[in-house]
């Protein structure tokens, strides 16, 4: 089973852009979720989706915003793009069976975005 | 809201057993404790999963105390591809909370 795949993996932004990044999960996995990778604030959770609604939200402001898809594959976007949005973007999908148990998560490689 | 605290760095050398300690006071009663190791420029990568006690896989055992205010990932005999970061991570949801993760180097 292919793995979750990320595009681009590697991005180079000004100040002000805005910018579209890409998931696919693993084939069947419903749950798609965004992650900020720095090395000043570590790994920050961005949201999640789940049949094309967001169930939950980390603690972002709204220039970022995602979306998914009916067959599950998910953008996330960052508007009005500020240095400090340069980071590791991480997407991972799990399967999210009923009854909201605690899933296994499964990573993409990233995409690495650079804010000039 | 779960905090997840754990040491920085270790080193180990080849062949010994490595335990990495995450300490979360505040886990709530339907939290799981997930740990993940990732190398530079991957993404995390689940190791193993737990919610009492102790569970064991192919790769690591995770040991989590009665009152579960923290867990202990254990990996045996550890080999040079093993340098990697760990994260602990607990809770679910919103509520997801990442340690800063360890860096664990191992030398020959």
């Known amino acids: 089973k292919a793995g979750v795949t990320q595009t681009p993996r590697y991005l180079i932004k000004t100040r002000g852009q805005q910018v579209t990044l890409s998931c696919s999960p693993i084939?069947?996995?419903?749950?798609v979720s965004w992650y900020q990778q720095t090395p000043g604030q570590g790994l920050q959770f961005l949201f999640e989706?789940?049949?094309?609604?967001?169930?939950n939200k980390g603690n972002f402001p709204g220039r970022f915003s995602g979306r998914q898809f009916s067959n599950s594959r998910s953008e996330m976007n960052v508007s009005t793009l500020e240095l400090g949005d340069s980071a590791l973007y991480l997407c991972?999908?799990?399967?999210?069976?009923?009854?909201?148990?605690?899933?296994?998560?499964?990573f993409g490689p990233g995409t690495r975005l650079l804010v000039l | 809201l779960a905090k997840t605290t754990q040491p920085i760095s270790m080193d180990s050398y080849e062949g010994q057993e490595v335990n990495i300690t995450c300490s979360h006071n505040?886990?709530?009663?339907?939290?799981?404790i997930t740990w993940y190791q990732q190398f530079p420029s991957q993404g995390p990568r689940f190791i193993i999963q737990?919610?009492?006690t102790k569970v064991t896989n192919e790769v690591a055992s995770l040991f989590i105390p009665a009152d579960r205010k923290s867990s202990t990932l254990s990996l045996p005999r550890v080999s040079l591809s093993d340098t990697a970061v760990y994260y602990c991570?607990?809770?679910?949801?919103?509520?997801?909370?990442f340690g800063a993760g360890t860096r664990l180097t191992v030398k020959p």
């Open positions: 991972a999908s799990s399967l999210r069976l009923a009854g909201g148990l605690q899933e296994t998560q499964y």
């Open positions: 084939s069947g996995h419903r749950s």
């Open positions: 989706y789940f049949s094309e609604t967001q169930r």
């Open positions: 505040n886990i709530a009663t339907n939290d799981y």
């Open positions: 737990g919610y009492k």
């Open positions: 991570l607990v809770g679910d949801g919103d509520d997801m909370r």
